[in-house]
């Protein structure tokens, strides 16, 4: 497994797309009712990757700046937007993006916050963000707790998965997120969202994960085995449904926050 977290899903990249979930359009209503985004923003979204959030954002008409560091990531989210005429794919990452001084009404972020220098990147979204921009963090966060079929799916996870316990995504603090925004007042929504899966998309959707064995190791088989018994205990109609919150950070980014 790749320790650099730009390198983490190269192997990662077709599951990614057809399995990860995307994000509820109650999102945009949110910021457009808030009014960080209108007709002509100007956007970065940021570790864009495939371009999940990305279309989203297209959709809106807005411009958007696609900034992603991994080249199979990234020409894949090319592939499958370049017909849209407000798109601009960028080969940057959170730390350096290549964009201008000033430039940018509203940073996007989904997913991918855990894997940035949080210093680096601090001073490098204040380079690019307009005084008065936005910076929106998302995460689909796996209902565990609350649902049986996930906190076992969990459980599965730590035992055939060494990396899972290890990712920076499981450090990511309300601590953290408010020294990154200072002194800003951060709002917070928060809706579900959901996917359901027959047995070979469960496979795809663990697979797209970066801490998921690799086809041949010792954990592969043992792990799939699992999986194949969890998805036989909990499927319905042969589906199991995969149950998100979707939590969803925004403010500006204030100079005073505390080092």
């Known amino acids: 497994m790749p320790k650099d977290p730009t390198k983490r899903f190269t192997d990662r990249v077709e599951n990614y797309v057809k399995y990860r979930p995307s994000y509820p359009k109650k999102l945009i209503t949110v910021l457009k009712d808030k009014r960080i985004i209108s007709d002509n923003s100007i956007i970065a979204d940021i570790g864009s990757g495939t371009g999940i959030f ?28 370049l017909h849209f005429s ?44 307009k005084p008065e921009g936005y910076l929106v963090l998302i995460w689909n966060e796996r209902l565990i707790d609350e649902v049986l079929f996930q906190k076992e799916y969990d459980s599965l996870l730590r035992q055939y998965c060494p990396e899972y316990v290890k990712v920076s995504y499981h450090k990511v603090t309300d ?35 970066s801490y998921s064995p690799q086809k041949g190791s010792s954990n592969y088989q043992l792990l799939i085995t699992a999986l194949k ?31």
Not at 175 to 204: A, M
Not at 231 to 245: I, S
């Open 54 to 81: 990305t279309r989203i954002l297209l959709d809106t008409g807005c411009k958007v700046f696609a900034v992603e560091p991994n080249d199979k990531m990234r020409n894949k989210a090319e592939a499958s937007l």
């Open 229 to 259: 018994d969890l998805y036989n205990k909990f499927q319905v109609n042969n589906q199991v449904k995969f149950e998100y919150k979707t939590q969803m950070y925004y403010g500006r980014i204030f100079n005073d926050a505390k080092k």
């Open 175 to 209: 601590e953290q997120i408010n020294r990154f925004y200072g002194s800003s007042q951060i709002e917070i929504f928060t809706c579900e969202n959901y996917q359901y899966f027959d047995f070979q998309g469960l496979q795809g959707r663990v697979e797209s994960s």
């Open 86 to 129: 407000n798109f601009i794919s960028i080969n940057g990452q959170a730390e350096q993006t290549t964009l201008d001084s000033n430039s940018i009404d509203v940073l996007t972020v989904a997913q991918a916050f855990h894997w940035f220098d949080l210093e680096k990147t601090r001073k490098e979204f204040l380079w690019i963000l």
